[in-house]
């Protein structure tokens, strides 16, 4: 059971450039967030998903893009990096039948913009 | 919009003994759910403890136990007996009973167990 996969690890990139943050999860889970830490921070909310073809901002969405066109993957997108992104990225997913449940993270990608 | 306050930056504790990290919160509803993870070194998000809004009894796991006290919005975290390997940073976090996997959290303690 792989749980939540996050790929890449890490990543370097310029200012300007795009690329997109993969999440994947086996566990058929309806929700999936993802979350940027800052040095010093905890979690923020960049964007969810309640379930396939939904998505939905949070508190940090700008700058990056999502979409759920399966239920086992919500990759995130990052247009044109900037140095203010450089940050480690977390992807999350439980099961929506049951409130309350255990919310599982993904090991984090950690970005560099230069 | 929710809030989660950890006003202790950093803590420390000697070896077996006990420590308590405070959490406090803002919320105007009812159900919800309140979580403490543990992140060491590694990054990783370890999930130590969860606490339900309508149960008035105090979560337990092991040797980490939660104050809760609903009416005060204060969900501290007590870890007995201390171990070299509790060090790490820990996050208090909220999420609303139909938040999904969405959660709100504090600025996170980093934890110090002295040998």
């Known amino acids: 059971n792989a749980g939540v996969t996050q790929t890449p690890k890490f990543q370097v990139l310029k200012t300007g450039q795009s690329m997109t943050l993969q999440c994947a999860q086996d566990m058929n889970h309806e929700y999936m967030s993802w979350y940027r830490q800052d040095p010093g921070m905890g979690l923020r909310l960049i964007h969810y998903s309640v379930g396939a073809g939904i998505t939905d901002q949070g508190e940090v969405p700008n700058g990056y893009n999502v979409s759920r066109s399966t239920t086992e993957d919500f990759p995130l997108r990052l247009l044109s990096a900037a140095p203010s992104q450089t940050s480690v990225y977390f992807c999350?997913?439980?099961?929506?039948?049951?409130?309350?449940?255990?919310?599982?993270f993904g090991e984090g990608s950690w970005l560099t913009v230069v | 919009a929710q809030t989660v306050t950890q006003s202790q930056p950093e803590m420390s504790v000697q070896e077996a003994e006990t420590v308590t990290l405070s959490c406090t919160y803002d919320?105007?509803?009812?159900?919800?759910?309140l979580f403490w993870y543990k992140q060491p070194p590694s990054r990783q998000m370890i999930l130590v403890i969860r606490q339900e809004a309508y149960k008035q009894q105090n979560a337990t796991e092991n040797r980490f136990s939660v104050n809760f006290q609903k009416a005060a919005k204060s969900f501290s975290l007590k870890i007995s007996d201390s171990q070299l390997g509790d060090a790490a940073m820990y996050f208090c976090?909220?999420?609303?009973?139909?938040?999904?996997?969405?959660?709100?959290f504090g600025e996170g303690t980093q934890l110090t167990v002295n040998p």
């Open positions: 999350a997913s439980r099961p929506g039948h049951i409130s309350g449940n255990t919310i599982y």
């Open positions: 976090a909220y999420a609303r009973e139909t938040s999904g996997s969405r959660l709100t």
């Open positions: 919320t105007s509803e009812s159900d919800y759910y």
